[in-house]
Protein backbone atom coordinates (compact mmCIF):
# COMPACT_ATOMS: atom_id res chain seq x y z
CA UNK A 1 0.00 0.00 0.00
CA UNK A 2 1.70 3.52 -0.91
CA UNK A 3 2.29 5.94 2.22
CA UNK A 4 -0.18 8.66 2.47
CA UNK A 5 0.92 12.12 1.30
CA UNK A 6 2.24 13.76 4.25
CA UNK A 7 0.79 17.49 4.72
CA UNK A 8 2.69 19.99 7.47
CA UNK A 9 0.12 20.72 9.52
CA UNK A 10 -0.81 24.51 9.64
CA UNK A 11 -0.19 26.70 13.11
CA UNK A 12 -3.31 26.75 15.44
CA UNK A 13 -6.30 29.54 14.24
CA UNK A 14 -4.57 29.19 10.51
CA UNK A 15 -6.80 31.05 8.26
CA UNK A 16 -9.70 32.69 10.88
CA UNK A 17 -10.21 36.20 12.03
CA UNK A 18 -7.74 35.71 14.78
CA UNK A 19 -4.34 36.26 15.65
CA UNK A 20 -2.92 33.92 13.32
CA UNK A 21 -5.09 34.70 10.74
CA UNK A 22 -3.49 37.96 11.00
CA UNK A 23 0.01 36.76 10.93
CA UNK A 24 -0.66 35.36 7.41
CA UNK A 25 -1.94 38.97 6.18
CA UNK A 26 1.44 40.57 7.79
CA UNK A 27 3.47 38.18 5.75
CA UNK A 28 2.39 40.11 2.69
CA UNK A 29 3.26 42.97 4.42
CA UNK A 30 6.54 42.16 5.59
CA UNK A 31 9.31 41.65 2.86
CA UNK A 32 11.39 44.12 2.70
CA UNK A 33 11.76 46.73 -0.43
CA UNK A 34 14.10 44.22 -2.23
CA UNK A 35 11.20 41.29 -1.94
CA UNK A 36 8.58 43.82 -2.82
CA UNK A 37 10.83 44.74 -6.20
CA UNK A 38 11.07 41.25 -7.06
CA UNK A 39 6.99 40.20 -5.55
CA UNK A 40 5.60 40.76 -9.01
CA UNK A 41 7.12 38.20 -10.88
CA UNK A 42 9.40 35.63 -8.76
CA UNK A 43 6.76 35.48 -5.68
CA UNK A 44 6.97 31.40 -6.04
CA UNK A 45 6.04 31.02 -2.31
CA UNK A 46 2.74 32.03 -1.15
CA UNK A 47 2.24 33.95 2.87
CA UNK A 48 0.12 31.01 3.65
CA UNK A 49 3.60 28.79 2.69
CA UNK A 50 5.82 30.71 4.55
CA UNK A 51 3.61 30.82 7.53
CA UNK A 52 3.38 26.93 7.56
CA UNK A 53 7.04 26.73 7.42
CA UNK A 54 7.01 27.42 10.85
CA UNK A 55 5.60 24.24 11.92
CA UNK A 56 8.01 22.03 9.11
CA UNK A 57 9.78 18.94 9.93
CA UNK A 58 11.76 17.23 7.57
CA UNK A 59 11.32 13.32 7.48
CA UNK A 60 14.20 11.12 6.05
CA UNK A 61 13.46 7.78 4.45
CA UNK A 62 16.95 6.84 6.60
CA UNK A 63 20.83 6.09 5.71
CA UNK A 64 22.90 3.97 4.03
CA UNK A 65 26.13 2.33 5.38
CA UNK A 66 28.06 4.51 3.87
CA UNK A 67 26.40 7.34 5.80
CA UNK A 68 27.13 5.33 8.96
CA UNK A 69 30.85 5.15 8.11
CA UNK A 70 30.89 8.69 7.45
CA UNK A 71 28.81 9.93 10.37
CA UNK A 72 31.32 9.91 12.99
CA UNK A 73 33.58 12.02 10.96
CA UNK A 74 30.92 14.63 10.14
CA UNK A 75 30.03 14.82 13.76
CA UNK A 76 33.45 15.47 15.03
CA UNK A 77 33.76 18.12 12.26
CA UNK A 78 30.58 19.99 13.53
CA UNK A 79 31.86 19.76 16.85
CA UNK A 80 34.74 21.88 15.90
CA UNK A 81 33.03 25.01 14.61
CA UNK A 82 32.30 27.35 16.39
CA UNK A 83 28.49 28.80 17.40
CA UNK A 84 29.21 32.03 15.91
CA UNK A 85 29.30 30.40 12.52
CA UNK A 86 25.54 30.41 11.21
CA UNK A 87 24.52 27.03 10.09
CA UNK A 88 23.22 28.75 6.97
CA UNK A 89 26.86 30.43 6.35
CA UNK A 90 28.25 26.49 5.97
CA UNK A 91 25.84 25.54 3.36
CA UNK A 92 26.44 28.53 1.24
CA UNK A 93 30.40 27.92 1.20
CA UNK A 94 29.83 24.50 0.55
CA UNK A 95 27.48 25.43 -2.87
CA UNK A 96 30.58 27.63 -3.46
CA UNK A 97 32.77 24.62 -3.50
CA UNK A 98 30.72 22.26 -5.18
CA UNK A 99 30.09 25.21 -7.97
CA UNK A 100 33.67 25.90 -7.87
CA UNK A 101 34.63 22.12 -7.79
CA UNK A 102 32.30 21.66 -10.76
CA UNK A 103 33.97 24.29 -12.94
CA UNK A 104 37.68 22.54 -12.22
CA UNK A 105 36.30 19.20 -13.24
CA UNK A 106 34.91 20.48 -16.53
CA UNK A 107 38.60 22.47 -16.57
CA UNK A 108 40.44 19.55 -16.56
CA UNK A 109 38.66 17.30 -19.20
CA UNK A 110 39.83 19.81 -21.41
CA UNK A 111 43.59 21.33 -20.06
CA UNK A 112 44.08 16.86 -19.42
CA UNK A 113 46.71 18.27 -16.83
CA UNK A 114 47.20 14.93 -14.11
CA UNK A 115 47.09 16.81 -11.07
CA UNK A 116 44.26 19.27 -11.83
CA UNK A 117 41.93 16.34 -12.26
CA UNK A 118 42.34 16.27 -8.41
CA UNK A 119 41.20 19.71 -7.26
CA UNK A 120 37.95 19.14 -8.12
CA UNK A 121 37.03 16.30 -6.12
CA UNK A 122 38.83 17.97 -2.98
CA UNK A 123 36.80 20.85 -3.44
CA UNK A 124 33.45 18.29 -3.84
CA UNK A 125 34.52 16.53 -0.79
CA UNK A 126 34.31 20.09 1.40
CA UNK A 127 30.82 20.42 -0.35
CA UNK A 128 30.08 16.94 1.14
CA UNK A 129 31.30 18.01 4.24
CA UNK A 130 29.59 20.79 4.51
CA UNK A 131 25.90 19.57 3.39
CA UNK A 132 26.35 17.17 6.19
CA UNK A 133 26.79 19.02 8.99
CA UNK A 134 25.24 22.35 8.71
CA UNK A 135 22.52 20.66 10.66
CA UNK A 136 24.44 19.04 13.27
CA UNK A 137 25.65 22.37 13.91
CA UNK A 138 22.17 23.48 14.09
CA UNK A 139 20.97 21.32 16.45
CA UNK A 140 24.03 21.35 18.19
CA UNK A 141 24.04 25.24 18.82
CA UNK A 142 20.59 25.62 18.75
CA UNK A 143 20.37 27.49 16.14
CA UNK A 144 17.82 25.16 13.70
CA UNK A 145 15.57 27.86 11.63
CA UNK A 146 12.99 26.66 9.05
CA UNK A 147 15.04 28.53 7.17
CA UNK A 148 17.96 25.71 6.92
CA UNK A 149 15.93 23.38 5.09
CA UNK A 150 15.12 25.84 2.45
CA UNK A 151 18.55 27.24 1.88
CA UNK A 152 20.44 23.77 2.36
CA UNK A 153 18.34 21.31 -0.06
CA UNK A 154 18.26 24.86 -2.12
CA UNK A 155 21.45 24.51 -3.05
CA UNK A 156 21.81 21.01 -3.20
CA UNK A 157 19.28 21.98 -6.44
CA UNK A 158 22.13 23.94 -8.06
CA UNK A 159 24.93 21.53 -7.80
CA UNK A 160 22.79 18.68 -9.14
CA UNK A 161 23.49 20.95 -11.95
CA UNK A 162 26.78 22.26 -11.78
CA UNK A 163 27.97 18.26 -10.98
CA UNK A 164 25.86 16.62 -14.01
CA UNK A 165 27.70 19.05 -16.27
CA UNK A 166 30.88 18.26 -14.77
CA UNK A 167 30.93 14.46 -14.98
CA UNK A 168 29.27 14.47 -18.25
CA UNK A 169 32.31 16.80 -19.48
CA UNK A 170 35.00 14.45 -17.56
CA UNK A 171 33.22 11.27 -19.60
CA UNK A 172 33.44 13.43 -22.75
CA UNK A 173 34.74 16.69 -23.16
CA UNK A 174 33.49 17.34 -26.55
CA UNK A 175 29.97 16.89 -25.29
CA UNK A 176 29.22 15.58 -28.83
CA UNK A 177 26.67 12.88 -28.33
CA UNK A 178 23.18 13.07 -27.76
CA UNK A 179 23.15 10.12 -25.71
CA UNK A 180 25.30 12.16 -23.28
CA UNK A 181 22.55 15.04 -23.30
CA UNK A 182 20.11 12.19 -22.28
CA UNK A 183 21.91 10.68 -19.97
CA UNK A 184 22.67 14.51 -18.37
CA UNK A 185 18.38 15.16 -18.47
CA UNK A 186 17.56 11.85 -16.45
CA UNK A 187 20.25 12.67 -13.80
CA UNK A 188 18.50 15.61 -12.93
CA UNK A 189 15.05 13.96 -13.67
CA UNK A 190 16.01 11.20 -11.18
CA UNK A 191 17.06 14.28 -8.42
CA UNK A 192 14.00 16.17 -9.35
CA UNK A 193 11.33 12.82 -8.77
CA UNK A 194 13.37 12.75 -5.21
CA UNK A 195 11.68 15.69 -4.51
CA UNK A 196 9.23 15.44 -6.16
CA UNK A 197 8.59 12.20 -3.99
CA UNK A 198 8.87 14.26 -0.85
CA UNK A 199 6.26 17.02 -2.02
CA UNK A 200 3.67 13.83 -2.96
CA UNK A 201 4.29 10.89 -0.39
CA UNK A 202 6.17 12.84 2.84
CA UNK A 203 9.74 11.70 3.28
CA UNK A 204 12.83 12.89 1.17
CA UNK A 205 14.50 9.37 0.14
CA UNK A 206 18.50 10.67 0.24
CA UNK A 207 19.67 7.26 0.53
CA UNK A 208 22.38 6.77 -1.94
CA UNK A 209 23.39 10.55 -1.98
CA UNK A 210 26.65 10.08 -0.60
CA UNK A 211 27.32 7.20 -2.53
CA UNK A 212 26.41 9.01 -5.78
CA UNK A 213 28.58 11.94 -4.34
CA UNK A 214 31.60 9.89 -3.28
CA UNK A 215 31.32 8.06 -7.23
CA UNK A 216 30.97 11.27 -8.60
CA UNK A 217 34.75 12.39 -6.97
CA UNK A 218 35.95 8.97 -8.42
CA UNK A 219 34.91 9.95 -11.75
CA UNK A 220 36.30 13.19 -11.75
CA UNK A 221 39.73 11.71 -10.39
CA UNK A 222 39.86 8.52 -12.67
CA UNK A 223 42.24 10.41 -15.45
CA UNK A 224 44.12 11.94 -13.24
CA UNK A 225 44.75 7.76 -11.17
CA UNK A 226 45.27 6.32 -14.43
CA UNK A 227 47.17 9.00 -15.95
CA UNK A 228 45.45 8.89 -19.49
CA UNK A 229 41.35 9.40 -20.80
CA UNK A 230 39.57 5.65 -19.38
CA UNK A 231 36.80 6.72 -20.93
CA UNK A 232 37.92 5.97 -24.19
CA UNK A 233 39.14 2.33 -22.95
CA UNK A 234 37.49 -0.55 -25.05
CA UNK A 235 35.91 -3.12 -22.92
CA UNK A 236 35.20 -6.24 -24.39
CA UNK A 237 31.50 -8.38 -25.17
CA UNK A 238 30.28 -11.52 -26.15
CA UNK A 239 29.91 -9.94 -29.38
CA UNK A 240 32.35 -7.57 -29.42
CA UNK A 241 33.41 -4.44 -27.53
CA UNK A 242 31.96 -1.43 -25.81
CA UNK A 243 33.84 2.33 -25.28
CA UNK A 244 33.63 2.58 -21.10
CA UNK A 245 32.20 6.22 -21.49
CA UNK A 246 29.60 5.41 -23.71
CA UNK A 247 28.75 2.12 -21.07
CA UNK A 248 28.49 4.86 -18.35
CA UNK A 249 25.93 6.71 -20.71
CA UNK A 250 24.01 4.19 -20.82
CA UNK A 251 24.52 3.33 -17.73
CA UNK A 252 23.47 6.73 -15.77
CA UNK A 253 20.13 7.13 -18.90
CA UNK A 254 19.09 3.33 -17.55
CA UNK A 255 19.38 3.95 -13.61
CA UNK A 256 18.31 7.15 -13.39
CA UNK A 257 15.37 6.48 -15.28
CA UNK A 258 14.20 3.58 -13.21
CA UNK A 259 14.73 5.54 -10.22
CA UNK A 260 12.33 8.39 -11.67
CA UNK A 261 9.91 5.80 -12.89
CA UNK A 262 9.45 4.57 -9.71
CA UNK A 263 8.49 7.34 -8.12
CA UNK A 264 6.30 7.69 -10.99
CA UNK A 265 4.43 4.56 -10.39
CA UNK A 266 5.14 5.45 -6.01
CA UNK A 267 3.10 9.09 -6.98
CA UNK A 268 0.49 7.64 -9.51
CA UNK A 269 -0.93 4.92 -6.73
CA UNK A 270 -0.65 7.61 -3.52
CA UNK A 271 -2.62 10.40 -5.90
CA UNK A 272 -5.78 8.08 -6.60
CA UNK A 273 -8.55 11.35 -7.41
CA UNK A 274 -5.74 13.76 -8.21
CA UNK A 275 -3.06 12.25 -10.57
CA UNK A 276 -2.70 14.69 -13.56
CA UNK A 277 -2.81 17.32 -10.84
CA UNK A 278 0.04 15.07 -8.79
CA UNK A 279 2.20 14.39 -11.84
CA UNK A 280 2.45 17.91 -13.41
CA UNK A 281 6.09 18.59 -11.87
CA UNK A 282 6.83 15.41 -13.58
CA UNK A 283 5.14 16.46 -16.92
CA UNK A 284 6.40 19.59 -16.69
CA UNK A 285 10.29 18.29 -16.68
CA UNK A 286 9.74 15.58 -18.99
CA UNK A 287 9.22 18.41 -21.47
CA UNK A 288 12.26 19.92 -20.32
CA UNK A 289 14.19 16.62 -21.11
CA UNK A 290 12.35 16.13 -24.80
CA UNK A 291 13.63 20.16 -25.43
CA UNK A 292 17.07 19.57 -24.36
CA UNK A 293 17.17 16.46 -26.44
CA UNK A 294 16.37 17.58 -29.25
CA UNK A 295 18.27 20.88 -28.94
CA UNK A 296 21.07 18.91 -28.58
CA UNK A 297 20.63 17.63 -32.23
CA UNK A 298 20.48 20.75 -34.11
CA UNK A 299 23.04 22.55 -35.18
CA UNK A 300 23.38 25.08 -32.14
CA UNK A 301 23.59 22.06 -30.11
CA UNK A 302 26.84 20.79 -32.67
CA UNK A 303 28.44 23.82 -32.37
CA UNK A 304 28.50 25.17 -29.37
CA UNK A 305 28.06 21.47 -27.01
CA UNK A 306 29.50 22.94 -23.70
CA UNK A 307 26.97 26.34 -23.90
CA UNK A 308 24.05 24.73 -24.77
CA UNK A 309 24.86 21.98 -21.54
CA UNK A 310 25.06 25.32 -19.28
CA UNK A 311 21.58 26.81 -21.07
CA UNK A 312 19.65 23.36 -20.78
CA UNK A 313 21.16 22.75 -16.87
CA UNK A 314 19.92 26.08 -15.63
CA UNK A 315 16.79 25.51 -17.38
CA UNK A 316 16.34 21.98 -15.23
CA UNK A 317 18.04 24.30 -11.97
CA UNK A 318 15.14 26.10 -12.20
CA UNK A 319 12.54 23.25 -12.11
CA UNK A 320 14.36 21.28 -9.22
CA UNK A 321 14.78 24.71 -7.29
CA UNK A 322 11.63 25.20 -7.27
CA UNK A 323 10.34 21.55 -6.76
CA UNK A 324 12.49 21.87 -3.98
CA UNK A 325 10.90 24.93 -2.50
CA UNK A 326 7.49 23.09 -2.97
CA UNK A 327 8.41 20.46 -1.17
CA UNK A 328 9.79 22.08 1.67
CA UNK A 329 6.85 25.25 2.07
CA UNK A 330 3.88 23.13 0.23
CA UNK A 331 3.57 26.04 -2.28
CA UNK A 332 1.18 25.33 -5.17
CA UNK A 333 2.63 24.30 -8.62
CA UNK A 334 1.99 26.30 -11.40
CA UNK A 335 0.75 25.10 -14.31
CA UNK A 336 3.26 27.33 -16.65
CA UNK A 337 6.72 28.64 -15.22
CA UNK A 338 7.28 31.95 -16.75
CA UNK A 339 11.05 31.38 -15.99
CA UNK A 340 11.39 28.65 -18.63
CA UNK A 341 9.58 29.84 -21.16
CA UNK A 342 12.34 31.93 -23.21
CA UNK A 343 14.50 28.67 -23.10
CA UNK A 344 11.07 26.80 -24.28
CA UNK A 345 10.37 29.44 -27.14
CA UNK A 346 13.69 30.17 -28.41
CA UNK A 347 15.06 26.20 -28.67
CA UNK A 348 11.70 25.48 -30.52
CA UNK A 349 12.45 27.85 -32.58
CA UNK A 350 16.03 26.09 -32.57
CA UNK A 351 14.72 22.86 -33.23
CA UNK A 352 12.14 23.65 -35.68
CA UNK A 353 13.88 26.05 -37.74
CA UNK A 354 17.38 24.44 -37.95
CA UNK A 355 20.44 26.42 -39.28
CA UNK A 356 21.87 29.15 -38.01
CA UNK A 357 18.40 31.43 -37.75
CA UNK A 358 18.91 31.23 -33.95
CA UNK A 359 22.33 31.97 -33.08
CA UNK A 360 24.82 32.12 -29.98
CA UNK A 361 23.77 35.65 -29.00
CA UNK A 362 19.88 34.34 -28.33
CA UNK A 363 21.06 31.96 -26.09
CA UNK A 364 23.36 33.99 -24.30
CA UNK A 365 20.60 36.31 -23.92
CA UNK A 366 18.64 33.29 -22.41
CA UNK A 367 21.55 32.10 -20.20
CA UNK A 368 21.61 35.66 -18.69
CA UNK A 369 17.85 35.57 -17.92
CA UNK A 370 17.92 31.95 -16.23
CA UNK A 371 20.45 33.32 -14.72
CA UNK A 372 18.56 36.31 -13.26
CA UNK A 373 15.66 34.47 -12.46
CA UNK A 374 17.19 31.85 -10.39
CA UNK A 375 19.33 34.64 -8.40
CA UNK A 376 15.77 37.21 -8.29
CA UNK A 377 13.67 34.08 -6.59
CA UNK A 378 15.91 33.06 -4.50
CA UNK A 379 16.36 36.77 -2.89
CA UNK A 380 12.34 37.06 -2.97
CA UNK A 381 11.97 33.64 -0.96
CA UNK A 382 14.71 34.11 1.56
CA UNK A 383 13.84 38.02 2.18
CA UNK A 384 10.26 37.44 2.64
CA UNK A 385 10.76 34.37 4.68
CA UNK A 386 13.38 36.21 6.90
CA UNK A 387 11.15 39.07 7.51
CA UNK A 388 7.98 36.88 8.02
CA UNK A 389 9.80 34.53 10.51
CA UNK A 390 12.17 37.24 12.32
CA UNK A 391 15.16 34.89 11.59
CA UNK A 392 18.42 35.77 10.10
CA UNK A 393 20.34 34.57 6.99
CA UNK A 394 23.13 34.53 6.82
CA UNK A 395 24.18 36.10 10.63
CA UNK A 396 24.23 33.45 13.76
CA UNK A 397 20.74 33.24 15.16
CA UNK A 398 20.65 34.62 18.86
CA UNK A 399 21.19 32.31 21.85
CA UNK A 400 17.85 31.98 24.00
CA UNK A 401 18.43 33.51 27.20
CA UNK A 402 18.21 31.31 29.79
CA UNK A 403 15.82 31.33 32.74
Not at 234 to 263: N, T
Request: some cysteine.
Amino acid sequence: MAPKRAVTPPPRGHGSSGGDGKKVAAVAAAPSAIAEVTSGLFAFVTPESIERLRSHKFTSAGSTPLDDLMDPFWTWTASMIPRWVSPNLISVVGGVHCATASVCAVIAARLAVRWFYFVGPTLMFIYVTADAVDGKHARRTEQSTPLGAVVDHGIDAFCAFTTGLAVTSTVDWKLSSVRMMFAFCMFHLSWFSAQWGELELGSLDQRGITEGEFATMFVWALPGLVGEDPFRWMLPLPHGSVEFGSLMEIGVSVGCGLVALSFLVRVLLAAKGRRLQACMPFLHFCLHSLVGVCLARTVFGQAYPLFNFVVVGMDAAMLMTKVRLAATLHCPWPKVHFETLPFLAVAALQIVCGGELVGLLAFSAVLAWQALALVMLWTNTITRICAALDIPFLAAVPQKKKQ
